[in-house]
């Protein structure tokens, strides 16, 4: 039986919700509060600012003489950047309500998937990676990473930003086919090939009419 798989990045996320802050998922009537539920990785971001980019923070105020151009704390300007955003998630998923797959197998491939993350994506550094099989729609992963890119001329060295990040590791836009939407059909396929080696036959339904969603309304076209 064949079965579709799914990858959606976007760059709303909320730990509270994955990690299952009762405080924040009593509220969420989607969720079974007796559902089964992972945590793979979790870092919080904060944590994960000042471990990725204190070294050029500190290495980047010694240049500067003047006391206005040194920054306190980086995480704070990313937070208050116009463009720029903290963290960026990518949903995966297996099968759908309508043609299931089996919970284990598929926890397993993606499982393989986030284990393999690194060895696909040198410059996005994960930070989280969360199971939910508690939800109304079928079982799949949240995976939080930051975009850590290299070699700039003006400001830090080593920076957050996606669009470098994505084109150090070879991906560069082409008119309307940016250079996430390349990364992302990357990242599909090594979903969908992970699924193979696993005997899962994989089908893409219109393909050429998928449009971008928005994370919310994607978490609601997985319950389908």
Excluded at 92 to 116: C, F, H, L, Q, W
Excluded at 133 to 138: F, K, N
């Amino acid at each position: 039986m064949p079965y579709t798989i799914s990858t959606q990045n976007g760059s709303r996320l909320s730990r509270e919700h994955n990690i299952r802050n009762p405080n924040v998922v009593r509220w969420e009537n989607h969720i079974d509060p007796s559902g089964h539920y992972e945590i793979w990785k979790d870092e919080k971001i904060r944590d994960a600012y000042h471990r990725i980019f204190d070294k050029a923070v500190e290495e980047y105020n010694q240049k500067q003489k003047r006391k206005c151009r040194r920054i306190e704390d980086y995480y704070t300007n990313i937070k208050n950047h116009k463009t720029k955003h903290l963290a960026y998630e990518l949903i995966i998923a297996i099968g759908s309500k309508k043609e299931p797959v089996n919970p284990e197998i598929g926890k397993e491939i993606m499982r393989k998937y986030v284990d393999t993350w690194d060895c696909r994506n040198a410059k996005l550094e994960i930070i989280g990676a969360y199971y939910h099989a508690d939800e109304q729609g079928v079982p799949h992963v949240h995976i939080d990473y930051i975009p850590v890119a290299e070699d700039y001329e003006k400001g830090m060295n080593i920076q957050n930003g996606i669009a470098r990040a994505l084109e150090q590791m070879g991906f560069v836009g082409n008119g309307k086919e940016t250079s996430q939407i390349r990364w992302q059909k990357t990242e599909n396929e090594a979903l969908e090939s992970i699924c193979k080696d696993r005997g899962l036959e994989i089908y893409h339904p219109n393909v050429e009419g998928r449009v971008h969603l928005d994370t919310e309304t994607y978490k609601a076209k997985m319950v389908l």
